[in-house]
């Protein structure tokens, strides 16, 4: 059974930064490209970040990109989003997810077998 579980969620001051953690269990790490999601309160979960299977290529959607970082440790089962320069906007429930699928990585949701329960980021102005 895989099991995928976040951390590292909190509450921070607009521009401030958080890195959030995804461990990953029951499968190996390096056969699945990983991503980042996001549910604003009230809105349709979007697309935030993706990384391929040995993290040479990443992906970022428009409204995150030269803020939020995605990287992975395979030897750690983990991956992570480094968020930096946080927004009011990016407030939301994070999810990361992962693919068994696709190896390069994929910012479309409907690729993703896996998904973790979530981690909630408030960013207060």
């Known amino acids: 059974q895989v099991r995928v579980v976040e951390s590292g969620g909190g509450l921070v001051q607009a521009g401030g930064s958080l890195r959030l953690s995804c461990v990953v269990s029951?499968?190996?790490?390096?056969?699945?490209?990983m991503g980042w999601f996001r549910r604003p309160p009230g809105k349709e979960r979007e697309e935030v970040a993706a990384?391929?299977?040995?993290?040479?290529?990443?992906y970022y959607t428009p409204s995150v990109k030269g803020r939020f970082t995605i990287s992975r440790d395979n030897a750690k089962n983990t991956a992570y989003l480094q968020m930096n320069l946080l927004k009011p906007e990016d407030t939301a429930i994070y999810y990361c997810?992962?693919?068994?699928?696709?190896?390069?990585?994929?910012?479309?949701?409907?690729?993703?077998?896996?998904w973790g329960q979530g981690t909630q980021v408030t960013v207060s102005s």
């Open positions: 997810a992962a693919d068994s699928q696709t190896y390069g990585g994929s910012l479309y949701a409907g690729d993703y077998d896996y």
């Open positions: 029951g499968r190996t790490f390096g056969s699945l490209s």
């Open positions: 990384i391929r299977r040995d993290g040479v290529d990443t």
